[in-house]
């Protein structure tokens, strides 16, 4: 089991930047592909970003294209969404998830329902 810890989320102006990070118990780390999701007020948590285990695979959802990028460090256990450009529809609650279910290196998965193990979440703001 792993168990993630999200940090990073806070007040941010449109056009501004944010790092979130999002740390991982366990030495197992890199046995697990890694997604980043957000759950805005009254919608349904959606796909932000995944990560395959080698970190060299990534996929991204049309709304952070060219805008956020997700990146880990097997090292350190932490998996990261680097978010420029941020516009008020980016307000949500992040939140890091990690599965093991896709198979290979170069697998990331855009399914919140392949995800077994769920940060708590952060809160991004993003005021106009």
């Known amino acids: 089991q792993v168990q993630l810890v999200e940090s990073g989320g806070g007040l941010v102006q449109a056009g501004g930047s944010l790092r979130l990070s999002c740390v991982a118990s366990?030495?197992?780390?890199?046995?697990?592909?890694m997604g980043w999701f957000r759950q805005a007020p009254g919608k349904e948590r959606e796909f932000v970003a995944t990560?395959?285990?080698?970190?060299?695979?990534?996929y991204y959802a049309d709304s952070g294209k060219g805008r956020f990028t997700i990146s880990r460090d097997n090292f350190k256990n932490t998996v990261y969404l680097q978010m420029n450009s941020l516009k008020p529809e980016d307000t949500a609650d992040y939140y890091c998830?990690?599965?093991?279910?896709?198979?290979?290196?170069?697998?990331?998965?855009?399914?919140?329902?392949?995800?077994?193990?769920w940060g708590q979440g952060t809160q991004v703001t993003v005021s106009s």
């Open positions: 366990g030495r197992t780390f890199n046995n697990y592909v």
């Open positions: 990560i395959s285990r080698n970190g060299i695979i990534t």
């Open positions: 998830a990690g599965t093991t279910r896709p198979a290979g290196s170069y697998s990331g998965s855009s399914r919140s329902g392949e995800y077994d193990y």
